[in-house]
């Protein structure tokens, strides 16, 4: 998902010499061919997030389009403030990317598990925040964000995700993605965790259920439109998400069925408001928090029952 | 008009808005008063008329709790009607306490301390690219050189050699419970400038003479510069130098608002015309003997750990 994003914004950087990447001191072995072909479009701002987050908006107020990047909790909670007095709040044109949502960085311990990214991106106002799920849509992610003005939080995954879609043509930031229609049952997925979704329909078809699933690369704006209609449609709505369940993705969709007068059942799987303390990969760190495809297809078919 | 004639305006606007609204920083206000006039009356190149024009220079005030100083010198160059000033603080004015990037004139929002030398240094860093012309200005605070981010901006600023960044540094030795100097030392200030590599004036910074020959001549190529600008806390108000009571206390009815407009008018510059009291107040009230005058209010004057004395250097 990481090389699908450089590779695209090294497209979109030969298009619009506006467009300016500034990264934290990091990005070994990606960002290389960025710099060697566009050396006038990154900037090193060094280990120093409050800066850089500062510096992206005083860029992009002169007119450049600024991606900045880094790993884990560094391009968000270590410049929380940055973010929202001198991006959000100005309205700047600054795309923070984020490579490791989740347990991507698994065995690097808890400094590395971004799981209250989304929660607290989420609660900016002016701020858009994407997860794309697989490489497509990391690409159509990708192309959408460079050309939509204004703040935006892209959490990435890191690599190796399993193909959702063929392609997205009419790919829209704030639209959810349906990839399978079913009855009873719909799985509303962000980001990478979509391959244990899959898997978890694997066992749930196995099991004679054959759930609805969309992908939700876009969490704010919400798609309020498919959420409604899946409410109406199915009995339970399962979201999935490698985060917190405090304020993350699953809150985004509880928060719209909550008002709807009547609504289904809602089912939310994500970590259960602690911090992860395990050592082991995002495999290993999925499964012990209970977002593995198995243990997604247990709760649900707890649910079921 | 001349700079000691919008410094004036300033200081006499800051009293006025503090004193109808019941706004705090006049200290600040009126300490970084002599800075800001001479940026707009003779260094910053802008248009009134169109405010984002690209030829401008820019400039942000990070320590935004001095709001009431960039409000009132974008009022007399032209911005919007000085009548607006009055409006400060107030339910649907545009004019709050620390600045807003939605007043005319305005570069950016501050008012969280350390952010405006980095953001700064972006615009700096983008004309560069952009091979354009403009000086890019901030003023920051003594007080705020406490907040990390100031030196990631620092390092950062001399890092790509960002000669069209001036920064001052209001030094009025003062913040927001103490002095400088018993809240976190940033002695010398200057000698830690130059260690990261700034070309470094230091300068009294209520003296407009010495103010404009840093801002007009004192860049360099190459890196960026600083002007540690010595001023003083409450400037041309005597009970209010030097006493932190005047970060937060706002010159109410009676001796203390009286006391500051005949100050003020006794220091009047020739061509200039107080908007609020023409001809001074007649028979001000003065200070009776209960008065907070020339008091102690810092927290070190009556904070004593038993664990912790500053030594002082023989």
């Known amino acids: 998902m990481r090389d699908t994003f450089f590779k695209t914004l090294t497209e979109l950087a030969t298009e619009n010499k506006n467009i300016e990447v500034v990264t934290g001191d990091l990005g070994f072995g990606v960002l290389k061919p960025f710099w060697e072909t566009h050396p006038d479009q990154i900037i090193n701002a060094g280990i120093a997030e409050q800066n850089l987050t500062s510096v992206a908006a005083g860029m992009a107020l002169e007119g450049k389009i600024v991606f900045t990047y880094s790993i884990g909790n560094f391009p968000t909670l270590r410049c929380l403030e940055q973010i929202r007095n001198d991006c959000a709040y100005h309205n700047a044109d600054v795309k923070i990317i984020c490579v490791g949502g989740g347990f991507v960085y698994g065995s690097l311990g808890m400094s590395h598990h971004a799981t209250e990214d989304i929660a607290v991106m989420r609660s900016l106002p002016n701020v858009t925040v994407l997860c794309p799920g697989d490489l497509v849509e990391a690409e159509a992610v990708t192309r959408a964000i460079a050309k939509y003005p204004g703040t935006c939080y892209v959490r990435l995954g890191r690599g190796g995700e399993k193909k959702i879609h063929e392609s997205l043509p009419d790919f829209e930031i704030g639209k959810a993605i349906p990839v399978k229609s079913g009855q009873k049952v719909a799985i509303f997925s962000t980001g990478a965790i979509f391959e244990e979704v899959d898997e978890a329909c694997s066992v749930l078809e196995n099991s004679g259920i054959t759930p609805t699933v969309y992908t939700f690369p876009t969490v704010k704006p919400i798609d309020k439109e498919v959420i409604r209609n899946v409410s109406e449609t199915h009995e339970i709505i399962v979201t999935c998400e490698e985060h917190n369940l405090s304020g993350g993705f699953g809150s985004a969709v509880a928060e719209v069925l909550a008002e709807l007068p009547s609504h289904a059942r809602l089912l939310r799987i994500g970590m259960n408001d602690e911090y992860s303390t395990l050592v082991g990969d995002q495999k290993y760190l999925r499964d012990q928090y209970g977002m593995s495809g198995k243990k997604i297809a247990t709760k649900i078919l707890c649910e079921v029952k | 008009m001349k700079s000691k004639q919008l410094a004036w305006l300033i200081r006499r606007h800051g009293i006025e808005m503090t004193h109808l609204s019941g706004g705090s920083h006049i200290g600040a206000i009126m300490s970084v008063a002599d800075i800001i006039a001479v940026l707009y009356a003779d260094i910053l190149n802008f248009d009134p008329n169109n405010p984002k024009k690209d030829t401008r220079d820019r400039f942000i005030l990070s320590k935004g709790h001095a709001g009431a100083a960039i409000y009132a010198a974008l009022a007399e160059s032209g911005f919007f009607d000085t009548e607006e000033l009055k409006t400060h ?226």
């Not at chain 2, 004019?95 to 305005?106: F, T």
């Not at chain 2, 390092?155 to 103490?178: T, Y």
Request: aromatic share 8%; hydrophobic share 30%.
């Open chain 2, 89 to 314: 603080y107030r339910n649907g004015s545009r004019l709050s306490g620390h600045v807003s990037h939605h007043v005319p004139g305005v570069d950016f929002s501050t008012g969280s301390l350390g952010h405006g030398l980095s953001a700064a240094a972006g615009m700096a860093l983008a004309a560069k690219q952009d091979k354009k012309e403009h000086k890019n200005y901030v003023v920051i605070g003594d007080g705020e050189c406490n907040e990390g981010s100031v030196w990631e901006a620092a390092l950062f600023a001399v890092h790509f050699g960002l000669d069209n960044l001036v920064c001052i540094v209001d030094h009025n030795h003062m913040q927001s419970l103490d002095t400088c100097e018993n809240v976190i030392s940033t002695t010398p200030l200057s000698g830690i400038w130059q260690s990261f590599g700034w070309n470094v004036i230091e300068i009294d910074g209520n003296d407009h003479a010495q103010c404009y020959e840093a801002l007009k001549n004192g860049t360099v190529k190459g890196k960026p510069t600083v002007i540690i600008a010595n001023t003083v806390k409450g400037k041309g108000i005597s009970y209010m130098e030097n006493d932190l009571l005047w970060h937060y206390r706002f010159p109410h009815d009676g001796w203390e608002y009286d006391t500051a407009v005949t100050e003020l008018h006794n220091n009047k510059p020739d061509g200039v015309t107080d908007p609020y009291t023409p001809n001074g107040i007649e028979n001000p009230v003065t200070p009776d003997e209960n008065a907070d005058i020339y008091n102690d209010h810092t927290m070190s004057a009556t904070h004593k750990p038993t664990w912790f004395t500053k030594e002082k250097e023989q």
